[in-house]
């Protein structure tokens, strides 16, 4: 272990920890940009200098020195507040300052620490630079070269994390810009994360750009239902509409990336009709008459089978098989959906809790299913067309019934997966906390709550289903079925 | 003033750049003494050491030091870098050496790399060299086809491959990181140190980076000794070197001189004193990026390194740029921050930023736009950008910058309108 001390303090850190991130076990952020904790270090903006050891003369960059016995190093001496300041007049003189019509506006380093070390007024009387603007990178992203302070982290993005180079650096000193490659249009599947990265609104999204000031938005923390990955993301919408995923750093999953192909699905969740209150045999009913109508024709169970979504949630999953246990279902299956997996980070499994239903107990339908009576079908997932052939009766809890609602005996309202609230459990078996970023609106229903009310279990909370799950299943640390609170 | 011929002794000889030529005057004699000898890398690099060489590129630092650098136990291959990209405004001493005697240099480079373990040595040159870049390129073949060069030279078991390779017109890729960046083909912005090529260098792998004239030294220390070399010139600062002359002398050229000689005499004597008789204003020592000497401090200062730090400046890489009284420092300056900021590779902020504000500044000064509030902002600048930046190139544009200013600021302010002056501001 290393001892130095930072602004006083003293802290012991690993070797070959370095400065920056010595001073945030002690919970000082020193500014920067072009340092990025998911890419190689670069060590070009320079916000992050510091002071070490007295020598003002030259200044450390904190993002790339390590830690060395002994040090003193200051993060906000008067020789680093002055270079700091004069780095933040650099980067603004010949930056266009149109933060009132930039998409990053609210969520930009740039305004955060102009704050802290920017100038009221300017000493620049000069001519602006003007650089290339409103660049197509590709259909989904665009650039503006007068925004750009050139930290190369988008560059660095595709070198290092995806091993291609469809972007670079052209000219030298302060004509350098960012251009594309001569091979034209960024194609990567994860081109969207330089978006995220770009500390500036250099790197805009062609989906998202002038869509809505952050600050009207409001933001779930939850977890990517695209596929089994699960990345973690931070959900944000405007007025009950999804607008945008961005990925959230989790370094056991996703770092700090997502696929392109998860972060555009959210408008899969922006449903405009959907599935409003139960329904008995086509015509409108009460939860009540719909419960009880259902009991009725499962009767003691025999030939009947429930087909659970991989999209609901542990939680849903439990109550669901309590049901099925007390009534006498024996075939508890579940669905499946897929999509063109990579060696990334996406799925094939299209679907965010298939581990979480198999450590519960569903299996996926037999190849050689038995003939049935009688089909439960819970949450949204497709229903292979031979399982309909011989019903009696169909039961279908979906947000949306399509089709297949014509033909369900009972149907009920359920939750998409944007709305749910509970535990999914990703293909690395991490048990992850699901927030709701959409509110379903009149006659829906909580899931757990309708398979809670059939199976006639007294849990008032969710937490109250998660205890009994934890009970029933014994979730262990090996394969937990409930997030960590960390 | 006594002019010495050291590494300028073959320049005037008749074919000069031939292997048959440099033989007979026994060249390449040291390097295959020391190959069949099998002399210890250790000690040459000792030998080099106590010689007092400091580099020729601009920085001085002790040669045998950097070379005490390489680690010893590294399983990775190691390399040689001869910095030949001499871009220096101000700078012409390499380019005599690659055209005028390219085998001194060769040997040179066999012996450097014997001595720090290297087998694959680079000769990195600018591209606008163009006779330099032929003149070399037949020597290293000519070297090859006598057996100087290659696998198991003269038997002695010692493998050494020496390439050349050319940079394609950036002054940054003299900058010793940059120029690895180049060698390896990718974009050549300097890297920050630690950790130092001589640890971590070309391909990543332990490299020695030495400019053309300082390996060009090699083979006289070895063949001459260590003392030798410690009793020529300046006890602290010893050696021979070539001082480029430009500027308003009658004699402009490259003039070779033990270190510790008094710069007036150099240019009152050689070079034949300012031209047309006109009075000496400036001079810019140590290449472009040196701080500026006035006429009384040119009367002063002796050329060592001892000597020019008492004066405040360095001799960088003894490009001498001697400016007389029809000289307009606004307009020198502008000139030289316009190079800088041209050449600044827009890799960090200050000085990607910083160089052409301040080439935007003197430019409105020139127009008689300019304030005298300018000249602090232009020292404030300069102050966000010296010590900030990955590399020297900000730092070697600020020298020039601040000194002129505060040694010329009557020029500064002549151009400046009454009505911008301080007094009439704050009045």
Redesign the interface.
């Given at each position: 272990m290393i001892k130095l001390t930072i602004d006083g303090q003293e802290v012991e850190v690993e070797p070959g920890t370095t400065i920056l991130e010595a001073a945030r076990t002690l919970g000082t952020e020193v500014p920067h940009y072009c340092y990025h904790q998911d890419i190689g270090i670069d060590?070009?903006?320079?916000?992050c200098?510091v002071e070490v050891n007295g020598n003002t003369?030259?200044?450390t960059?904190s993002c790339?020195q390590p830690c060395g016995e002994g040090m003193d190093v200051k993060t906000e001496s008067d020789a680093v507040v002055?270079?700091r300041?004069?780095?933040m007049?650099?980067?603004l003189?010949?930056h266009p300052l149109d933060c009132t019509i930039c998409d990053q506006a609210g969520e930009c380093p740039l305004q955060d620490y102009s704050y802290h070390y920017g100038s009221g007024d300017s000493?620049?009387?000069?001519?602006k630079?003007n650089k290339r603007k409103k660049v197509e990178f590709s259909d989904k992203v665009v650039f503006d070269g007068e925004r750009c302070?050139?930290c190369t982290r988008c560059t660095r993005f595709f070198e290092e994390v995806r091993d291609c180079r469809p972007i670079?650096?052209e000219?030298?000193?302060?004509?350098?810009t960012i251009t594309l490659g001569p091979n034209g249009p960024i194609e990567d599947p994860y081109q969207l994360n330089i978006v995220d990265i770009c500390p500036v609104g250099a790197l805009t999204s062609q989906d998202f750009r002038f869509k809505q000031r952050i600050w009207f938005m409001d933001f779930a923390e939850t977890v990517c239902p695209g596929c089994a990955k699960g990345c973690n993301i931070t959900a944000g919408a405007y007025q009950g509409k999804l607008l945008r995923f961005v990925p959230r750093r989790n370094p056991d999953v996703n770092k700090s990336w997502m696929c392109d192909d998860g972060r555009l699905s959210y408008d899969d969740y922006n449903i405009t009709e959907r599935t409003r209150g139960a329904k008995v045999a086509g015509a409108d009913a009460s939860f009540e008459e719909a419960l009880a109508k259902i009991g009725e024709l499962v009767g003691d169970g025999s030939g009947v089978a429930v087909l659970a979504s991989t999209s609901d949630t542990c939680e849903e999953l439990h109550a669901i098989r309590t049901w099925a246990g007390k009534v006498g279902v024996t075939h508890l299956w579940h669905g499946a959906e897929t999509w063109e997996g990579d060696d990334f980070l996406k799925e094939e499994d299209a679907t965010p809790n298939t581990a979480g239903a198999q450590r519960l107990g569903f299996t996926p339908v037999p190849t050689e299913a038995p003939s049935l009576r009688g089909l439960v079908v819970a949450g949204d997932c497709p229903v292979p067309p031979a399982l309909l052939a011989d019903l009696d009766f169909l039961v279908l809890q979906a947000p949306v019934a399509g089709e297949l609602g014509e033909a369900a005996m009972v149907l009920l309202p359920g939750l998409t997966r944007v709305e749910k609230k509970g535990t999914w459990v990703n293909c690395l078996g991490h048990a992850q906390k699901v927030q709701p970023a959409l509110e379903p609106g009149p006659g829906v229903r909580e899931d757990w709550e309708l398979w809670r009310d059939l199976a006639g279990e007294d849990w008032t909370t969710l937490k109250a289903v998660t205890r009994a799950m934890e009970a029933a299943s014994g979730s262990s640390s090996d394969t937990p079925l409930v997030a960590s609170e960390s | 003033m006594k002019l010495s011929n050291v590494i300028s002794a073959r320049f005037d000889k008749e074919g000069s750049t031939k292997l048959k030529g440099y033989r007979e005057d026994g060249g390449y004699e040291t390097f295959l003494k020391v190959l069949k000898e099998k002399r210890d890398p250790a000690q040459l690099i000792d030998e080099v050491k106590t010689s007092g060489l400091r580099g020729r590129g601009g920085a001085g630092f002790s040669t045998g030091m950097k070379w005490s650098f390489v680690p010893k136990d590294s399983p990775k291959p190691k390399y040689l870098c001869v910095n030949g990209d001499e871009s220096e405004p101000g700078t012409f001493k390499d380019r005599q050496i690659l055209e005028k005697d390219p085998h001194q240099l060769l040997e040179g480079v066999g012996l450097a790399s014997y001595a720090i373990g290297a087998h694959t040595a680079y000769i990195y040159l600018r591209c606008e060299f163009k006779q330099g870049i032929a003149t070399v390129q037949k020597a290293i073949r000519k070297a090859y086809e006598a057996g100087l060069f290659g696998k198991d030279i003269q038997g002695s078991g010692y493998d050494l491959d020496v390439h050349l390779t050319m940079g394609a017109g950036a002054y940054i890729c003299g900058e010793e990181t940059s120029l690895l960046n180049s060698i390896e083909g990718v974009r050549p912005y300097p890297r920050n140190k630690p950790p130092f090529p001589a640890v971590e260098g070309l391909f990543a792998c332990p490299t020695i980076v030495n400019n053309v004239e300082t390996i060009s030294n090699i083979p006289h220390i070895i063949k001459n000794g260590a003392d030798w070399h410690a009793k020529l010139g300046h006890a602290e600062d010893p050696g021979s070197r070539l001082w480029c002359v430009s500027g308003h002398v009658e004699k402009p050229g490259v003039y070779e001189a033990e270190t510790g000689f008094k710069l007036q005499d150099l240019i009152d004597g050689p070079c034949g004193g300012i031209r047309g008789g006109k009075k000496l204003k400036a001079i810019i020592p140590g290449g472009s990026s040196s701080k500026v000497l006035l006429p009384d401090e040119v009367a002063q200062v002796t050329m060592d390194t001892p000597g020019i730090r008492a004066m405040g400046s360095s001799l960088g890489s003894a490009g001498i740029i001697v400016l007389d009284e029809t000289t307009c420092m606004v307009d020198a300056v502008l000139n030289l921050m316009k190079f800088y900021a041209h050449e600044s590779c827009g890799q960090c902020t200050p000085c990607r930023e910083g160089t052409p504000w301040i080439v935007q500044i003197l430019e409105r000064i020139e127009r008689g736009e300019g304030r005298e509030v300018d000249l602090e902002l232009i020292e404030d600048l300069a102050s966000n950008i010296e010590g900030r930046t990955v590399c020297a190139l900000a730092d070697g544009a600020c020298w020039p910058l601040v000194s002129i200013v505060k040694k010329f600021r009557h020029e500064f302010l002549a151009k400046i309108p009454a009505a911008a002056r301080k007094e009439a501001v704050t009045a």
């Amino acid at each position: 272990m290393i001892k130095l001390t930072i602004d006083g303090q003293e802290v012991e850190v690993e070797p070959g920890t370095t400065i920056l991130e010595a001073a945030r076990t002690l919970g000082t952020e020193v500014p920067h940009y072009c340092y990025h904790q998911d890419i190689g270090i670069d060590g070009n903006c320079r916000i992050c200098l510091v002071e070490v050891n007295g020598n003002t003369d030259k200044l450390t960059i904190s993002c790339k020195q390590p830690c060395g016995e002994g040090m003193d190093v200051k993060t906000e001496s008067d020789a680093v507040v002055k270079a700091r300041k004069g780095v933040m007049e650099f980067l603004l003189i010949n930056h266009p300052l149109d933060c009132t019509i930039c998409d990053q506006a609210g969520e930009c380093p740039l305004q955060d620490y102009s704050y802290h070390y920017g100038s009221g007024d300017s000493r620049f009387v000069e001519q602006k630079r003007n650089k290339r603007k409103k660049v197509e990178f590709s259909d989904k992203v665009v650039f503006d070269g007068e925004r750009c302070i050139l930290c190369t982290r988008c560059t660095r993005f595709f070198e290092e994390v995806r091993d291609c180079r469809p972007i670079g650096v052209e000219n030298m000193g302060g004509k350098s810009t960012i251009t594309l490659g001569p091979n034209g249009p960024i194609e990567d599947p994860y081109q969207l994360n330089i978006v995220d990265i770009c500390p500036v609104g250099a790197l805009t999204s062609q989906d998202f750009r002038f869509k809505q000031r952050i600050w009207f938005m409001d933001f779930a923390e939850t977890v990517c239902p695209g596929c089994a990955k699960g990345c973690n993301i931070t959900a944000g919408a405007y007025q009950g509409k999804l607008l945008r995923f961005v990925p959230r750093r989790n370094p056991d999953v996703n770092k700090s990336w997502m696929c392109d192909d998860g972060r555009l699905s959210y408008d899969d969740y922006n449903i405009t009709e959907r599935t409003r209150g139960a329904k008995v045999a086509g015509a409108d009913a009460s939860f009540e008459e719909a419960l009880a109508k259902i009991g009725e024709l499962v009767g003691d169970g025999s030939g009947v089978a429930v087909l659970a979504s991989t999209s609901d949630t542990c939680e849903e999953l439990h109550a669901i098989r309590t049901w099925a246990g007390k009534v006498g279902v024996t075939h508890l299956w579940h669905g499946a959906e897929t999509w063109e997996g990579d060696d990334f980070l996406k799925e094939e499994d299209a679907t965010p809790n298939t581990a979480g239903a198999q450590r519960l107990g569903f299996t996926p339908v037999p190849t050689e299913a038995p003939s049935l009576r009688g089909l439960v079908v819970a949450g949204d997932c497709p229903v292979p067309p031979a399982l309909l052939a011989d019903l009696d009766f169909l039961v279908l809890q979906a947000p949306v019934a399509g089709e297949l609602g014509e033909a369900a005996m009972v149907l009920l309202p359920g939750l998409t997966r944007v709305e749910k609230k509970g535990t999914w459990v990703n293909c690395l078996g991490h048990a992850q906390k699901v927030q709701p970023a959409l509110e379903p609106g009149p006659g829906v229903r909580e899931d757990w709550e309708l398979w809670r009310d059939l199976a006639g279990e007294d849990w008032t909370t969710l937490k109250a289903v998660t205890r009994a799950m934890e009970a029933a299943s014994g979730s262990s640390s090996d394969t937990p079925l409930v997030a960590s609170e960390s | 003033m006594k002019l010495s011929n050291v590494i300028s002794a073959r320049f005037d000889k008749e074919g000069s750049t031939k292997l048959k030529g440099y033989r007979e005057d026994g060249g390449y004699e040291t390097f295959l003494k020391v190959l069949k000898e099998k002399r210890d890398p250790a000690q040459l690099i000792d030998e080099v050491k106590t010689s007092g060489l400091r580099g020729r590129g601009g920085a001085g630092f002790s040669t045998g030091m950097k070379w005490s650098f390489v680690p010893k136990d590294s399983p990775k291959p190691k390399y040689l870098c001869v910095n030949g990209d001499e871009s220096e405004p101000g700078t012409f001493k390499d380019r005599q050496i690659l055209e005028k005697d390219p085998h001194q240099l060769l040997e040179g480079v066999g012996l450097a790399s014997y001595a720090i373990g290297a087998h694959t040595a680079y000769i990195y040159l600018r591209c606008e060299f163009k006779q330099g870049i032929a003149t070399v390129q037949k020597a290293i073949r000519k070297a090859y086809e006598a057996g100087l060069f290659g696998k198991d030279i003269q038997g002695s078991g010692y493998d050494l491959d020496v390439h050349l390779t050319m940079g394609a017109g950036a002054y940054i890729c003299g900058e010793e990181t940059s120029l690895l960046n180049s060698i390896e083909g990718v974009r050549p912005y300097p890297r920050n140190k630690p950790p130092f090529p001589a640890v971590e260098g070309l391909f990543a792998c332990p490299t020695i980076v030495n400019n053309v004239e300082t390996i060009s030294n090699i083979p006289h220390i070895i063949k001459n000794g260590a003392d030798w070399h410690a009793k020529l010139g300046h006890a602290e600062d010893p050696g021979s070197r070539l001082w480029c002359v430009s500027g308003h002398v009658e004699k402009p050229g490259v003039y070779e001189a033990e270190t510790g000689f008094k710069l007036q005499d150099l240019i009152d004597g050689p070079c034949g004193g300012i031209r047309g008789g006109k009075k000496l204003k400036a001079i810019i020592p140590g290449g472009s990026s040196s701080k500026v000497l006035l006429p009384d401090e040119v009367a002063q200062v002796t050329m060592d390194t001892p000597g020019i730090r008492a004066m405040g400046s360095s001799l960088g890489s003894a490009g001498i740029i001697v400016l007389d009284e029809t000289t307009c420092m606004v307009d020198a300056v502008l000139n030289l921050m316009k190079f800088y900021a041209h050449e600044s590779c827009g890799q960090c902020t200050p000085c990607r930023e910083g160089t052409p504000w301040i080439v935007q500044i003197l430019e409105r000064i020139e127009r008689g736009e300019g304030r005298e509030v300018d000249l602090e902002l232009i020292e404030d600048l300069a102050s966000n950008i010296e010590g900030r930046t990955v590399c020297a190139l900000a730092d070697g544009a600020c020298w020039p910058l601040v000194s002129i200013v505060k040694k010329f600021r009557h020029e500064f302010l002549a151009k400046i309108p009454a009505a911008a002056r301080k007094e009439a501001v704050t009045a």
